[in-house]
Each structure stands twice: as C-alpha cells, then as structure tokens.
C-alpha cells in the first residue's frame, strides 16, 4: 500500500505564493502519473495538475498560466508550484497516482492527508 505525504499549505494573502510537495512510497514512481486534486466543498474532487511518466502535463482552467506542476523521480517528489494565488484557490489539495497506461493515465487514487492551502483578500 502505497503512501503520500503532503505539505507545503499554509496562509497568505491573494497574489501570493505557495509550494506544495508530496512525497511519496510504495509506488513504482518513475512509472505512475502523479496528480493533485482539491476538494472542493459540495462537488467531486477536480484535478488541478498531472503529470505523466513522460513529465507531459495537464491544468484545470482555472489553474493554468499560474501553476506549475513537476516531480523529481529520485526524490519521488511531486510539487505543485502555486503563483499569483486568489482566495477562490482556498481547499485542501491532495496528491494522487495513477498507473501510467500509454497512452493516458488510470484512476487516481490519493493515500494522504492534504495539505491546507487559504488564500485571504
């Protein structure tokens, strides 16, 4: 059973910044599509970032142009680097993996906690 930490969330103010990091075990991780979701209150989870084994990725609307997503295969590390941030951005933002298929990725499943992430006017 795989394992994945998160961290990184925290408090600032609209346009700041945030870097969210997940570490993860148990996982074949040069060979799983990594994403990570948000929850949001109400709706199903939605997949703000990916990132294939290839190191292809993907953005929600609402998070391209702002968000970066990259991994580092020897730190089995996925980052979610988080920029000119509005308090709509405020959820918990969970990491996830999924067996890369090639092409497309499986379903994603997450193993932590979340990190928290609030964005204030």
């Known amino acids: 059973q795989g394992q994945m930490v998160e961290s990184g969330g925290g408090s600032v103010q609209a346009g700041g910044s945030l870097r969210l990091s997940c570490e993860v075990s148990?996982?074949?991780?040069?060979?799983?599509?990594m994403a990570w979701f948000r929850q949001i209150p109400e709706k199903e989870r939605e997949a703000v970032a990916t990132?294939?084994?290839?190191?292809?990725?993907t953005y929600a609307s609402s998070a391209a142009g702002r968000f970066t997503i990259s991994k580092d295969n020897a730190k089995k590390t996925v980052y979610l680097e988080m920029n000119s941030l509005k308090p709509e951005d405020s959820d918990v933002y969970y990491c996830?993996?999924?067996?890369?298929?090639?092409?497309?990725?499986?379903?994603?499943?997450?193993r932590g906690q979340g990190t928290q992430v609030t964005v204030s006017s």
């Open positions: 148990g996982y074949p991780f040069n060979i799983y599509c």
């Open positions: 990132i294939d084994s290839y190191g292809t990725t």
């Open positions: 996830a993996a999924a067996p890369f298929l090639n092409p497309g990725c499986g379903i994603y499943k997450a």
